[in-house]
Every structure is written in structure tokens, then in C-alpha cells.
């Protein structure tokens, strides 16, 4: 959340310190004027004085509202609206293009014995062996076309799938083709050769399995091969990894990148961040430049701050480097306080054998109660650990003691429970309330249907942070050969051997 | 020293007469060599250019036979008694050197700064 820092100074350095840039924060004042006109932040941004007289306003006071809660409800409004419409109009169409396919070759062979069965010649034994491929084709058409289209999504894309809309339409034309063959040879001039008709509709049948087979290919072989190698990166603490994917759309290539980012990143801790931001704010506080007549600084004076910032003589690498072995040593020894007190914990729990559970004597606790009994002797050592990594918003009383309890009923080393507080782990761990999985944005100067092609940059925004994704072409790679004779191992003796005569 | 195979070397030399030293069964010489085509040149300490498999002399034993005669360390035999000791396996040279029907060695040994002397005589003329 921005804080505003009370500045005896000018209102013009006051959205520097903020650490955003002028644009965002008064886009964010605006919105938050049309929205909630309730809210209760200070909306005299016109007065020039305005940073003299305000209080600092942080997220944890009660009635004000940060900017991040703010996006997030715009964005939950967004979402509920916008997506269930797409969904049901998706689905809507697959079920009607469904039946219109599943129904033509019924349609094709019922149809003449409607319409002149009297003339229809008697369907023979190859004719009625065309009837069974028919029904089995028509199976198993049905059956792919539900492995391969009415699976739930699993993720919801910002544009239309451009290959299932072009096979949905090649499919269509295909069979209004069909129709409109058979309505114009078969319908008007009535013809009387049945097995004909019948095998006109085993050749639509299959016709379609073979689309259905380049559908396959489209869809799911093509981006199976590794083509290209996307680079991501977090914005905020520079967590990089790379994957390797096949020929996709960018938006598709997205939600690969974010399925794999819920296991592969750990879990994004703003808390992290606040020691460089802090530095960042007194190198910044160091230099006071006063702009009496014109509006904005012109470049030669900003390099001549640069400069002079320069030259100062600087202790904060110092500063810093002290502080990162202080921090690292406090960290160990509350590490070394934490791993004792939670192994003499686990050594007051014994797990009671079968037989001995029929004898039921006394105190017999199921996994919920023994963590209960046994947290409050480590509760205090883990609170302190948490909170000098700063990851004690990650975790919860009630998940921790959810956590015991599993470790005691799976057999688990003291060692195994506290695994999950000495590493981050990935984002996926935690709560859902942390996955934030609705709130993507992708951001891409090409469409976003179009393909990956080497160079492609797009960014994937979440509230906090953004992962920039470069993609590289995966190099042909020339494999030469070389064929050793397993008899042209040879050796010889090196000696320098010094004789005295 | 340099010498390029397939070429006779040529060097300046110093003739140097050593009497053996009867202890007695034992006929020794004072000093220790290297060296040699079947050995690994370079590992050769005192050669100017480790290709060179030469034999040299590695140690001279204070006050023997060879010291007083005039052989220093990190010489270079070319002859013995007339054999070649520049195209010779160690063992080869060893024998050529203490061959037992011999009272007296006369070697031709090389070094670099036999080679510094004369250019330096030859300068000042």
C-alpha cells in the first residue's frame, strides 16, 4: 500500500518517495473516486499544500482502503460478470455443432425410408455389414469428440481458441456441403439405390474421424515437440525458470507458464522486499532538489544529481553487509532453538500399537488432539523463527496444527514437520487465498492468439508482481560421430629415472 | 643447444677426464645421471628445451672423482670414450659409463655457459 511520507518539501517530490510513478497513483485516486466515493482517503489532491497537512495513511488502519484492495474488488466484479456469459456461449455452440454432426448420417439413412420407402431397393448383407460400421464409427466419433471438446477447460483464455474455431468451422462447411449434396441428388431426384445412399453416409462418417484425427494434431500433438524455450521471470525478486514448449499461441503458452509457475516459484512474500525498499527510499531522501520556476527537471540537472549522488561518500554498502550477517546469524540460532523444541515435542507423542488400543486405557487421542497437546511447547520457538524469516503471514495457528496433526498421522520426523517452515515452497503450499489464480492479466504487444515465435516477449500481471516471459528458439542442434576402436587404448611408462655411476 | 632432428648438433664442449674411484669392489665416478631417448624429457630440470633427451648430470657428489675432475651439475654428456650420448637409452649410457675394464673416463659434456664464454671472447675481438 502506498504510504505517503510527511515531507516538509514540495508536493512535486512527494509521488517519488511514494515509489510509484505519477501516471498509476493518480489513475488509482481516480478510480477510487468512481467506485467508492464513501472511501475515506483524503481527495484534496487538488491543494498544492496538501502533503503538509496529511497523516500518513497505511493499509493496516481500518477505514482506508490500500490500492491493492482496490484492484482486487474491481477485478472480482470483472470476473464474475464477463466469464460465465463466454462459458455458456462456448458451450452452447459445442453442443449444437455436436448434434448437428452425431444426427447427419442418422439423418441421411432414415430419411429415404421416410420419405419413398416403396421404391427403395431392399438393403442386401454388405449393405446391412455398413450399417454396423456406421454405428460403431458414430460411437466412437462421439466419444472422441467428448474426450477432445466437452473436457471441463482448464483455464479460462482471454480470446477464442483460434484452432478450435477453424475446425468447428471446417466441420460445418463440410457437412452443409454433405447436405447439400444429398438434398440436391439424393432428396429431389429420389434415388433408389439404398447402399448407395448408405455408403455415402460411411464415407461422411468417415471423413469426419479423419478432421477429428487433424484435430488431434492441431491441438494436442503439434505443441508436444519442445520448439521453444521460455525464459520467466519474477519481477519482484528475480525468480527465474525456464520451460520448454511446443509450437502454442501466446495465450495458451501463459497458462502452461502459470500451471508450472503454482509448483516451480516460491511463493511470493512481500515482506521480503521492504529492506531494498527502504534503502531505495534513503538514497532517495539524501538529495532535496527544489524546483522554484519551471515544472519538471531538465536532463542536465537530474545527471548532475546522479553525480553528486555519486560522489557522496556512501556507507550503506556496509551498513548493509553488517546487517546481512546479523540477520543471517539471528536467523541460525532461532533455527537451532526451533529444530530442538520441536524434537523433544515429538518425542513426548508415541503412537499406541493395535493391540494395545483394544485395552483403551486412559488418555487415547486421535492425530487432532496429540498436535494440540504437543504445539504449545513449540509454538513459541516457531513464532519466533517465523517472524524473523518474516514468513509468519504465510502461516496460520490453525494450518500449522493442521500440519502437525498430518505429520503424527503419516509417521513423520520431527525433521519432515519442519521442512515446510525452513524452505519457502512453492505457491501451491499455502492457502488458496494466496493463489490468487483469477486475478491474471496478460499483457502482449502481438495477439495473443497469435503463435511463439524466437523473441516474443509477453508479461503475465498478478496484483503484486508480473512474470516477464522471453522466448528463445531452441537451437538446431548437428550431432557428428566418432568412432573410437576399443583395441586403441594404448599406454606407455613415462619414467625419469636418475642412476648414479 | 637447440638441436632439430635429423641435424648433427654441434655445441661447444669441454673435454673433461675423470679417474674412477676404486671403494673396494665397487669402481664409482661421484656423479648421477638422466635422461635419455626412452625417458620423459620433460621432466629433465636442467635442459633448455624440454624436448631434448640428452643425458645429463643430475648430482655431483661432493669431493668425488667427478667434481674434481671439473663436472658440474646440469652438464650435458655428449661423448664417453668416444661413444655418443646424444641418441642413447639410459640404460645404454649408464653402461658406457661404468664399463669395468676402465680406469679412466673421458667425456665431452656441454653446457650454457661454455656457449656464453665464447661469444663473449669472440665479441671482445
Known amino acids: 500500500s502506498p504510504a505517503v511520507h510527511h515531507h516538509s518539501g514540495l508536493s512535486s517530490e512527494l509521488r517519488h518517495c511514494t515509489g510509484y510513478t505519477p501516471q498509476l497513483s493518480t489513475a488509482v485516486l481516480i478510480s477510487n473516486f468512481s467506485l467508492f466515493p464513501h472511501a475515506l482517503i483524503p481527495l484534496s489532491f487538488q491543494d498544492d499544500n496538501w502533503g503538509e497537512t496529511t497523516t500518513a495513511v497505511t493499509g493496516t488502519s481500518e477505514h482506508s482502503l490500500s490500492q491493492e484492495d482496490i484492484v482486487r474488488i474491481s477485478k472480482d466484479l470483472d470476473d464474475s460478470v464477463g466469464l460465465d456469459c463466454k462459458r455458456y456461449l462456448n458451450v452452447a455452440l459445442s453442443v449444437i455443432l455436436g448434434l448437428v454432426v452425431l444426427l447427419t448420417p442418422l439423418a441421411f439413412l432414415i430419411l429415404p425410408h421416410l420419405l419413398w420407402p416403396d421404391r427403395l431397393r431392399a438393403c442386401g ?219 523433544e515435542a515429538f518425542t513426548h507423542i508415541c503412537r499406541m500399537q493395535e493391540e494395545e488400543q483394544k485395552k483403551a486405557s486412559g488418555d487415547v487421542m486421535d492425530p487432532r488432539e496429540a498436535a494440540q497437546a504437543i504445539f504449545p511447547s513449540m509454538a513459541r520457538a516457531l513464532q519466533k523463527y517465523l517472524r524473523t524469516t518474516r514468513q509468519q503471514h504465510l502461516h496460520s495457528m490453525e494450518s500449522i496444527q493442521q500440519h502437525l496433526a498430518f505429520c503424527i498421522t503419516n509417521n513423520m520426523t520431527p525433521k519432515a514437520f519442519l521442512e515446510s517452515y525452513l524452505t519457502t515452497g512453492p505457491t501451491l503450499q499455502y492457502g488458496k487465498d494466496r493463489w490468487l489464480a483469477r486475478q491474471w492479466t496478460l499483457i502482449s504487444e502481438a495477439s495473443v492468439t497469435s503463435g511463439l515465435n524466437d523473441g516474443t516477449i509477453f508479461l503475465l500481471k498478478c496484483i503484486d508482481f508480473s512474470l516477464v516471459v522471453t522466448t528463445k528458439k531452441i537451437p538446431y542442434i548437428q550431432l557428428a560421430e566418432e568412432f573410437i576402436d576399443p583395441k586403441s587404448h594404448k599406454f606407455v611408462l613415462r619414467l625419469q629415472s636418475e642412476t648414479s655411476v | 643447444m637447440s638441436f632439430i632432428p635429423g641435424q648433427p648438433v654441434s655445441t661447444v664442449v669441454q673435454r673433461i677426464e675423470i679417474h674412477k674411484l676404486r671403494d673396494g669392489d665397487n669402481v664409482i665416478l661421484g656423479f648421477s645421471i638422466g635422461g635419455g631417448i626412452d625417458q620423459d624429457p620433460s621432466q629433465n630440470p636442467f635442459s633448455e628445451d624440454k624436448t631434448d633427451k640428452g643425458i645429463y648430470v643430475t648430482r655431483v657428489s661432493k669431493g668425488g672423482p667427478a667434481e674434481v675432475a671439473g663436472l658440474r651439475m646440469g652438464d650435458r654428456i655428449m661423448q664417453v670414450n668416444g661413444w655418443d650420448m646424444t641418441m642413447v637409452t639410459h640404460d645404454q649410457a649408464r653402461k658406457k659409463l661404468t664399463k669395468k675394464n676402465e680406469d679412466v673416463v673421458r667425456l665431452l659434456v656441454t653446457r650454457k655457459t661454455l656457449e656464453d664464454a665464447v661469444r663473449q671472447s669472440m665479441m671482445q675481438h
Open chain 1, 125 to 343: 448383407t454388405a449393405c446391412e455389414g455398413l450399417f454396423i460400421s456406421v454405428a460403431f464409427k458414430l460411437l466412437i466419433l462421439l466419444l472422441a469428440v467428448w474426450a477432445l471438446f466437452f473436457r471441463p477447460p482448464r483455464a479460462g483464455l482471454p480470446r477464442i481458441f483460434v484452432f478450435r474455431a477453424l475446425l468447428a468451422t471446417l466441420v460445418l462447411l463440410f457437412v452443409l456441403s454433405y447436405w447439400l449434396f444429398y438434398g440436391v441428388r439424393i432428396l429431389d431426384s429420389q434415388d433408389e439405390d439404398y447402399q448407395g445412399i448408405v455408403q455415402y453416409a460411411v464415407s461422411l462418417v468417415d471423413a469426419l474421424l479423419f478432421i477429428h484425427y487433424l484435430a488431434i494434431v492441431l491441438l494436442e500433438l503439434r505443441q508436444l515437440q519442445p520448439f521453444f524455450s521460455l525464459c520467466v521471470t519474477r519481477s519482484t525478486d528475480g525468480a527465474t525458470q525456464h520451460y520448454n514448449l511446443g509450437q502454442l499461441s501466446i495465450q495458451r503458452a501463459a497458462v502452461v507458464i502459470l500451471e508450472n509457475y503454482y509448483k516451480d516459484f516460491p511463493v511470493h512474500n512481500p515482506a521480503m522486499l521492504t529492506a531494498s525498499k527502504s534503502r531505495a527510499a534513503k538514497h532517495l531522501a539524501g538529495l532535496k532538489v527544489y524546483n522554484v520556476d519551471a515544472a519538471g527537471i531538465a536532463q542536465s540537472q537530474s545527471r548532475a544529481m546522479i553525480a553528486a549522488a555519486a560522489r557522496r561518500r556512501d556507507s550503506s554498502h556496509n551498513e548493509l553487509y553488517y546487517e546481512e550477517a546479523e540477520h543471517e546469524r539471528r536467523v541460525r540460532k532461532r533455527r537451532a532453538r526451533l529444530v530442538v523444541a520441536v524434537e
